[in-house]
């Protein structure tokens, strides 16, 4: 049991701690509460940066591999592996040859390639969720019940459909 609880624990105490040393600075000025944060905020880029870097090197592998070998909807995976170079290429931060995330292409490709993916995937995750909150809340009690509605409104809230035809009774988006 103790290994369990500590499992849990150990992680929610990290999560808690440097949240607090992100939050806090915004509230009160203590200047080593500040240079500890401002030296979190480094070592967080670093680590995104790898991320991203590792996450490009297995897209590479796996989908180099795919193209490779033509295995199953292969075109799709040229497709992702062209993108990604071109995406890596036009955003490249170099506004004396006008590169960068401001540039007219690379915003082009953002607003009408990456945010129409973005909500397709989204509506596609709605449903996912829809099926498998009616699956696990079968409404058996007004617990459940409760927490089944709470979810639809969440999901719906974020819905385009739903705040545009009824805006008074959404002000802001809600976020799970």
């Known amino acids: 049991m103790s290994d369990v609880l500590r499992r849990l624990e150990i992680p929610l105490l ?36 790898m991320a991203v870097f590792v996450g490009v090197i297995s897209l590479g592998q796996v989908h180099g591999k795919r193209i490779q070998r033509r295995g199953e909807n ?3 995976s040229v497709v992702l592996i062209a993108f990604m170079v071109f995406m890596a290429i036009v955003g490249f931060p170099l506004e004396s040859i006008g590169l960068g995330f401001k540039n007219e292409q690379y915003l082009f490709m953002f607003n009408n390639i990456l945010n129409p993916l973005g909500g397709t995937m989204y ?4 449903f996912f969720i829809t099926s498998a ?3 696990a809340f079968r409404a058996r009690n007004w617990e459940a019940a409760f927490v089944l509605v709470s979810g639809i409104i969440v999901v719906m809230s974020n819905a385009p459909l739903f705040t545009s035809s009824l805006p008074f009774l959404i002000k802001g988006r809600i976020q799970a």
């Not at 509506?123 to 709605?126: C, E, G, H, N, Y």
């Open 14 to 49: 990290i999560t808690a701690f440097c949240a607090l040393l992100q939050v806090i600075p915004y509230y009160l000025n203590i200047p080593v509460i500040d240079s500890a944060s401002a030296t979190m905020r480094e070592w967080m880029l670093l680590i995104v940066n």
């Open 74 to 76: 292969w075109p799709y």
């Open 123 to 126: 509506s596609i995750l709605a």
């Open 133 to 135: 909150a009616y699956r």
